[in-house]
């Protein structure tokens, strides 16, 4: 998981408070809008994806199988290994010679 700064954060949660007032729906979201610094549209955006992704949620075997292409994992690795010796190498040639 992705770690925020906490501006970031401190940016982020002000919208969050926003789209769950919204969801709860005891409030306009022009007032939400308006006390959050955000756009009514971004606010009626945000509650229509989310309702639009919860009915997954729950559904049965919902997780979804990553599709992994053999090719590609291939030249992964090989890139990992390419990369792997030049670290070792790197790392031997630049270490400090002592006693000269």
């Known amino acids: 998981m ?3 700064s906490a501006a970031a954060l401190s940016w982020q949660f ?3 408070l926003a789209w769950l007032e919204a969801l709860k729906g005891e409030r306009t979201v022009s007032d939400l809008a308006a006390e959050y ?3 009514p549209t971004m606010i009626h955006q945000w509650k229509k994806a989310l309702l639009d992704g ?5 559904e049965r075997g919902s997780r ?7 090719e590609t994992v291939r030249s992964l ?5 390419e990369l792997a010796v030049a670290n070792d190498f790197l790392s031997r040639k630049l270490k400090p010679r002592t006693g000269r």
Do not use: Q
Not at 54 to 58: Q, R, S, V
Not at 77 to 81: D, E, F, M, S
């Open 2 to 4: 992705k770690k925020l």
């Open 37 to 39: 610094g955000v756009h």
């Open 64 to 70: 979804k199988s990553a599709e992994v292409d053999e």
């Open 77 to 81: 690795h090989a890139k990992i290994g």
């Open 54 to 58: 919860a009915a997954e949620i729950f």
């Open 14 to 16: 002000p919208r969050r």
